[in-house]
């Protein structure tokens, strides 16, 4: 069944049903006029939290308590967690009492957790640190590791693990890493590896933090070269230590993210030469990652040559996950003879860890490069195996391994829906209600937080009920989201909701769009959310920038007022009128003109210039992360929406990315340089 409402009104419907779903919440008592009476009172105590006016959030925090709202408890969250400095473990205590079980005991046990960090009460810490039940705070982490090891508890190998995997080093790690470089529990390697990996992601401060723990004169040497990594380039050194080559190969890596040519020539002039095997790997592997990252056409001869350096030294290479992904990339990119490509495809796979390893996108690669190197029925029946495992669901991967197998891609049999007692029991679900009033009340961050907190450990027809109460609320975001998490039974109707059904169709078929591919982007944009708003300003379903409504509406001929893009009907017709033109633009490809809409279409004009590629190739290697997880949903999305309404024809994932994609035909009409 097919989910959706026609045209529903956010802001309306959400006045219409929090009554309903306070009524439901009996286990925290309090009537639902009550609830009603008090929507706005936890609005207000958002905004007292956000504007520092404790005053005012205390009173609202106790009128909430006194009536007995639903959502007290994020009132009385907000009020203590903005005074947690000077809080006492009594009150806190108190807290944890009130709210026992609930998403925001363990919310602000992890504030307090960092609290008592701060304050160096370890005994504290390591008390209320065995009742933290979501262990996802990387700086949490790092307290429990130093006050177990100055408690004399700690082991060497989890310690250095949480030190290394702070992204942003706040207190904790930052007394962590001392304390094991005082009890010479982390090794130099281990050091420069850290600050290689945060000099990679463009994380400075980090790095300079790590440098600390070698000394004074290493942090001000780090500094320098954070500064000005060309300049200690420049200095000849015929025998460099060891110490000045793991500054030279920071210096290059630096300099590759902003001059790769400058980079590449520093090498070649020298310190190529000078560095050990290991670290021209590392060095050359850094250019390698910037110049596929650039979509440079050298970029898979630098990681040859990082590849050999590697293979000299014996060792497995310590590179990223991120760059041995790239190293891929630049790989599929290469004009190499195929048992050659296919080959470099394989190596960088193949030494990424073991979880990047199972992620769809290299399982997928690993099994075309796989059967594209098959020479016997052996090699052919293992490439046949991994499309296998990766040829269930209808998501993009599954879609592309179904292709490979030479299968039709045909919707799985919906689950039985879920049953009275299974709604019942979502109903009952304090977290449940909680999550779904706070996005109805627009506070989705603190609403999706609560929810999917009480999501953790639900079981498939769990998770289903827990879907069905959103959709029926027409919280289509969350109905979507929380109906992924599902592995097995598939509910297309909750996953591919069409609400809005007949404005879509009305307006793509207009301007002659298949309805399918508008369902797929909306999807993608919104989540079907017509209220949504980005940080940047894209508005409405389709999430139109003010500046491109404007000029879409002054092209179409369209008179609009400031305002106005939250009108689905508008939307609608700007988003509709802009996909046209961009797909006009580029020829018909589904997948240029979603990255277009997207990155704005001067990024794809130049993402397709260069070699002829293979179209999943293609958008394989597109820049930007977010453009790329993009096209491959939006594409994928379009292909089960055909599906689910009977498109005819119901093109496939691989008739949409289509055969090839490279420069534009000379033949082709000149681009539209206006286009936003």
């Known amino acids: 069944m097919v989910r959706g409402l026609p045209s529903p009104r956010g802001a309306r419907l959400a006045r219409l049903l929090l009554p309903a779903l306070f009524a439901l919440i009996g286990t925290l008592g309090g009537a639902a006029a009550v609830a009603q009476v008090g929507d706005e009172a936890v ?45 006492e473990q009594p009150e806190v205590d108190a807290f944890y009492a009130r709210w026992r079980g609930s998403y925001l005991e363990d919310r602000l046990r992890n504030d307090w957790l960092l609290e008592l960090g701060r304050r160096g009460d370890f005994a504290g810490f390591l008390r209320d640190h065995a009742e933290y039940r979501m262990r996802d705070d990387p700086e949490v982490t790092c307290w429990e590791q130093l006050a177990l090891q100055l408690g004399g508890q700690g082991a060497r190998a989890a310690a250095v693990a949480a030190w290394m995997a702070a992204r942003d080093p706040g207190e904790g790690c930052r007394q962590l890493g001392s304390a094991l470089a005082e009890r010479r529990l982390l090794r130099s390697g281990e050091i420069w590896q850290a600050m290689r990996l945060a000099v990679e992601a463009n994380r400075p401060r980090s790095a300079r933090l790590a440098a600390v723990l070698i000394g004074p004169s290493t942090a001000k040497a780090v500094d320098e070269m954070l500064a000005k990594p ?57 250019l390698g990652r910037q110049a596929a990252w650039r979509q440079q056409e050298r970029a898979h001869g630098f990681f040859e040559l990082a590849w050999q350096h590697q293979h000299d030294d014996g060792a497995a290479p310590r590179w990223s996950d991120e760059t041995l992904a790239w190293s891929v990339r630049a790989a599929l990119r290469t004009p190499r003879p195929d048992r050659e490509r296919w080959g470099a495809v394989l190596r960088g796979i193949e030494a990424m860890s073991e979880g990047e390893r199972a992620e769809p996108a290299w399982a997928y690669w690993q099994a075309r490069a796989l059967a594209e190197r098959a020479r016997s029925a052996t090699e052919r029946a293992r490439a046949t195996a991994a499309f296998e495992a990766l040829a269930v669901g209808v998501d993009y991967y599954a879609q592309l391994a179904l292709q490979e197998l030479g299968r039709p891609f045909v919707l799985p049999a919906p689950p039985p829906p879920p049953s009275a007692e299974e709604l019942e029991q979502a109903r009952q679900t304090p977290g449940l209600q909680r999550g779904l009033a706070l996005a109805q009340l627009d506070l989705r961050s603190e609403g999706r937080r609560e929810w999917n907190f009480t999501l953790r450990g639900m079981g498939e027809r769990e998770l289903l009920a827990a879907a069905e109460l959103a959709c029926r609320a027409a919280d289509w975001q969350i109905c979507i989201n929380t109906s992924e998490r599902t592995r097995e039974q598939l509910d297309l109707g909750q996953r591919y909701p069409m609400p809005h059904a007949g404005a879509i169709g009305a307006q793509a078929r207009e301007r002659a769009l298949e309805p399918a591919l508008v369902f797929g982007l909306i999807r993608q944009e919104t989540r079907f959310m017509a209220r949504l708003r980005s940080a940047v300003g894209a508005t409405g379903l389709m999430q ?67 070699p002829v590629l293979d179209a999943a190739a293609w958008t394989e290697n597109i820049p930007f992360a977010e453009t790329r997880d993009y096209v491959k949903k939006v594409l994928a999305n379009a292909s089960v929406y055909a599906a689910l309404l009977g498109e005819d024809p119901a093109l496939p994932l ?20 206006n286009l936003p």
């Open 654 to 673: 691989r008739a949409r990315l289509g055969r090839t994609i490279g420069p534009r035909e000379t033949d082709a009409p000149t681009p539209d340089a």
């Open 43 to 87: 609005v207000r105590a958002r905004e007292a939290l956000g504007q520092k006016d404790g005053a005012r959030l205390a009173a609202l925090r106790g009128q909430l308590l006194a009536a007995r709202h639903p959502l007290a408890v994020w009132a009385d969250y907000w009020e203590l967690s903005s005074r947690l400095t000077t809080a």
């Open 230 to 286: 060309a300049r200690l380039l420049e200095r000849h050194v015929r025998e460099p230590s060891a110490h000045q080559q793991e500054l030279a190969t920071l210096a290059l890596m630096r300099l590759a993210g902003s001059d790769v040519d400058a980079a590449a020539q520093a090498l070649q002039a020298g310190w190529g030469s000078r560095l050990s095997n290991e670290l021209a790997a590392i060095a050359w592997a850094a």
């Open 544 to 610: 139109v920038m003010p500046a491109t409504a404007r000029w879409t509406a002054k092209r179409i001929g369209l008179e609009m007022k400031p305002g106005q893009l939250e009108d689905i009907d508008l939307n609608l017709r700007l988003g509709t009128s802009y996909l046209r033109l961009v797909l006009d633009d580029f020829g018909g490809s589904q997948a240029l003109a979603a990255a277009a809409y997207n990155a704005g279409p001067g990024r794809p004009r130049r993402w397709r210039e260069g």
